[in-house]
Nanobody, 115 residues
Framework: QVQLVESGGGLVQAGGSLRLSCAAS????????MGWYRQAPRKERELVAT???????NYADSVKGRFTISRDNAKSTVYLQMNSLKPEDTAVYYC?????????WGQGTQVSVSS
C-alpha cells in the first residue's frame, strides 16, 4: 500500500507564497510519476502540476509561471512551490502518485487565499 502525506497548506493573502510537501512511502518513489491536483468547493478536481520519474513537468495553464513542482527522490517527497497566489487558487490540494501498484491519493491539504 502506498501512503501519501501532504503538508504545508494554510491561509495566505493574495500575492503571497506557500510550499506544499507530499511524503510518500510504500513504493519505489523514484519510479513514480507524481502530481498535485486541487478541488475547490462545488467544482471538480483538476490537475495542477505533474512531474514524471524522469523529471519532466507539466502545468495547468492557470498556474504556469507561478507554481513549480519538484521532487527529491532521496527524501521520497514531492513539492509544490506556489507564488503570487490568487483567491481563485483556494482549494483542497491533493498529492497523487502513479505507481506500479496503481494510483494513490493523499488526504489533502487546505489552501486558502484571501483578497
Amino acid at each position: 500500500q502506498v501512503q501519501l502525506v501532504e503538508s504545508g497548506g494554510g491561509l495566505v493573502q493574495a500575492g503571497g507564497s506557500l510550499r506544499l510537501s507530499c511524503a510518500a512511502s510504500g513504493s519505489i518513489f523514484r519510479r513514480n510519476g507524481m502530481g498535485w491536483y486541487r478541488q475547490a468547493p462545488r467544482k471538480e478536481r483538476e490537475l495542477v502540476a505533474t512531474i514524471s520519474s524522469g523529471g519532466t513537468t507539466n502545468y495547468a495553464d492557470s498556474v504556469k509561471g507561478r507554481f513549480t513542482i519538484s521532487r527529491d527522490n532521496a527524501k521520497s517527497t514531492v513539492y509544490l512551490q506556489m507564488n503570487s497566489l490568487k483567491p481563485e487558487d483556494t482549494a483542497v490540494y491533493y498529492c497523487n502518485a502513479e505507481t506500479a501498484l496503481g494510483r494513490f491519493w493523499g488526504q489533502g491539504t487546505q489552501v486558502s487565499v484571501s483578497s
